[in-house]
């Protein structure tokens, strides 16, 4: 920051007089762009959705005794055999009404959605920042590793190792992180040698600290930025992934169905005609994953260490 | 250069040796192929005969250069259900998968690129915002869940709705020509027709690709000297866009397109899996599911071979093109 950053720009007198810390700046940029708002609003009422489904949902679709069969394949707006709950989304081939069998079911894709991105960051990240501050022959090693796994298409590598380790939400997560982590590897080192040259990281070294804290404690705060932007990104593809392996049959079990699976179980009625089992899951798997893109590809410009004004 | 090659070659090598290795560990070491194989009332002697047969009573390292022999004989052992070589069966699919690839490789590129390169010239007009909004759902909309939705609209919906609009076949390859003993779709309007709904299904990805790379391109090509120049000479809008802009695109298209087909030839599998496709997609996923190992296996070391060749190839022909990968392989 040089000193004219520090002085108000005529043209924002709002702005200006506020006191401006960084992450209000963040958040104002954000809400400059509507559609990056609007991103934000799905991805929200997603987790909301996910968060709450034992609260909000008209019936428990893991519970047999509450499927009536007689409901099964009813359209959308029906009202249940004995009068209780109407299936706005309609129900599937269990009688499971659509719109809890979503809520439940985006919980799943959701928490394996974040829990493989947030474990694959933290791998990626110790082996990027690693890399980037020893260099040399470690550095060639790790980083050969990495473009070797990023020459491989993820949906392969996925459908690889889930061929060998077997269905399981357990199983998605170890493949998912496993695909994952190269790519944070990459964009971790990035940042970072970046970061190295800079004079905080020489004065760290000069005062003698363990190269420990000098990496994880000063260097990567700094990185943080493009790993976020990253991380939202690869969140996006994470749950998309998820829910490609689930439709291919090797992802999750059926009895934990993700949104993936759902789609899948709609695909045998979607030739007779009865659209909705497919297409309400598929729906709401596209708002969350467009949610978070929308909201990543704002976030990317505003995060941008470019853009500081 | 030479150094390089050759330090690129053994590494392809290497990776083909790792990627044996967990091939085999994961696949033949996990479960009992034998309780597979024979019925569970065989005796012990029958059984421990069929081990003996399938050289299961070696060590493992003698039983993974066994394989590795094989692998390299081309023999993979019978497909379980369907009884043939498991290569063979592999090898005779793969027509159909490059197919596929290859016309959605056309679709994405006949649609994206002017998309793309008209948002890069108007930036500003809604059509442009519109394309890159759309280019957003191009990437974010699950793959498998379009294709279905595809089929909702075109196989179910239209045709029943109004009458004598064509119904689009969801499923299979239709007719195909021989050429050159392989068999193909599109010289056939029937096989353009089933042809059509999967193309378009795996063409949305890499076509929103293409759009947002021909609108960054296009945008950092326009303020360069050479196109005021162009408009300084006072030619066509026509021309400069036509031949002048449109030149420097196609570096980065071409080179991206490249380095993407390998991605296409892989999210096949699940384009082929919703639409019936008789690719190796649609094999491997089967192959998994119903437990035919041999055919696993087969795909996988072949698809590994297919992309450290691919990767190679690519490498090469950059360091052809590009001096300083070059000069940065030397230094190190």
């Not at chain 2, 384009?271 to 997609?281: D, L």
Request: net charge neutral; with cysteine; hydrophobic share 55%.
């Amino acid at each position: 920051m040089t000193d004219a950053a520090l002085e108000p720009a005529p043209l924002e007198p709002v702005v200006a007089a506020a006191p401006q810390t960084p992450l209000r700046r963040i958040v104002s940029d954000f809400c400059e762009n509507r559609l990056a708002v609007f991103g934000l609003v799905l991805v929200v009422l997603s987790i909301f959705v996910a968060a709450f489904a034992p609260l909000i949902s008209p019936q428990n679709p893991f519970d047999i005794a509450n499927l009536d069969l007689l409901d099964a394949k009813s359209p959308p707006g029906t009202v249940s055999g004995d009068g209780r709950i109407t299936y706005w989304l309609g129900t599937d081939g269990q009688a499971r009404d659509m719109m809890s069998a979503i809520f439940y079911g985006m919980r799943i894709s959701l928490f394996v959605g974040f829990v493989s991105v947030l474990a694959a960051l933290a791998i990626g990240v110790v082996v990027g920042l690693v890399a980037a501050y020893a260099g040399g022959r470690t550095d060639a090693f790790l980083m050969r590793f990495v473009d070797i796994m990023l020459s491989f298409p993820a949906i392969l590598v996925a459908l690889i190792l889930l061929s060998v380790l077997g269905k399981g939400i357990d199983k998605v997560l170890i493949a998912l992180i496993l695909v994952q982590w190269a790519y944070f590897a990459r964009a971790a080192r990035g940042a970072a040698l970046v970061e190295r040259n800079k004079e905080y990281v020489e004065a760290a070294t000069c005062l003698a600290l363990p190269p420990w804290r000098i990496v994880f404690r000063h260097m990567l705060p700094n990185c943080m930025p493009s790993l976020i932007v990253i991380a939202t990104i690869t969140l996006a593809r994470a749950i998309a992934l998820e829910a490609t392996l689930s439709f291919l049959g090797v992802g999750v079990p059926v009895t934990q169905p993700s949104l993936g699976m759902l789609i899948s179980n709609g695909f045998e009625f979607l030739l007779s005609g009865s659209y909705w089992i497919s297409f309400f899951p598929g729906v709401a798997l596209a708002i969350a994953i467009v949610g978070i893109n929308l909201a990543g590809d704002h976030l990317r410009d505003v995060l941008n260490p470019r853009n500081l004004r | 250069m030479i150094v390089y090659i050759v330090r690129r070659l053994m590494q392809a090598a290497l990776v083909m040796v790792v990627m044996s290795i967990l091939v085999f560990v994961g696949i033949y070491l996990i479960g009992d192929p034998v309780l597979m194989m024979i019925s569970p009332d065989a005796s012990e002697l029958e059984r421990e005969a069929v081990r003996r047969a399938l050289h299961l009573d070696l060590p493992m390292w003698r039983q993974y250069l066994l394989f590795v022999n094989d692998a390299l004989h081309g023999n993979f052992g019978r497909s379980f259900l369907a009884g043939q070589p498991a290569m063979g069966l592999i090898f005779e699919r793969f027509p159909a998968t490059l197919e596929l690839a290859f016309a959605s490789l056309v679709m994405s590129l006949a649609i994206g690129l002017p998309m793309g390169v008209y948002a890069g010239l108007r930036p500003s007009t809604p059509g442009s915002k519109a394309i890159m909004t759309g280019s957003i759902l191009g990437f974010s909309l699950p793959n498998f869940w379009v294709g279905l939705m595809l089929i909702m609209v075109f196989a179910v919906m239209l045709p029943d709705l109004i009458p004598g609009w064509p119904r689009l076949p969801a499923s299979g390859r239709g007719a195909t020509v021989d050429v050159l003993g392989v068999p193909l779709s599109f010289l056939t309007l029937d096989g353009l027709r089933h042809l059509l709904l999967p193309a378009i299904t795996l063409s949305l990805y890499k076509g929103a690709l293409i759009v947002r790379l021909a609108r960054a391109t296009a945008r950092e090509v326009l303020p360069m000297d050479y196109v005021k120049f162009a408009r300084a000479k006072g030619l066509s809008e026509r021309r400069i866009v036509g031949v002048h802009v449109l030149k420097n695109i196609m570096i980065p298209i071409a080179t991206v397109s490249g380095l993407e087909f390998g991605q296409t030839v892989a999210f096949a599998v699940v384009t082929e899996t919703v639409f019936s496709w008789p690719g190796v997609g649609k094999l491997l996923i089967d192959s998994i599911l119903l437990l035919d190992r041999p055919v696993v296996v087969a795909y996988l070391v072949i698809i590994v071979f297919f992309f450290v060749v691919l990767n190679l190839v690519v490498d090469l022909l950059y360091s052809v093109l590009d001096p300083r990968v070059r000069l940065e392989s030397r230094a190190t």
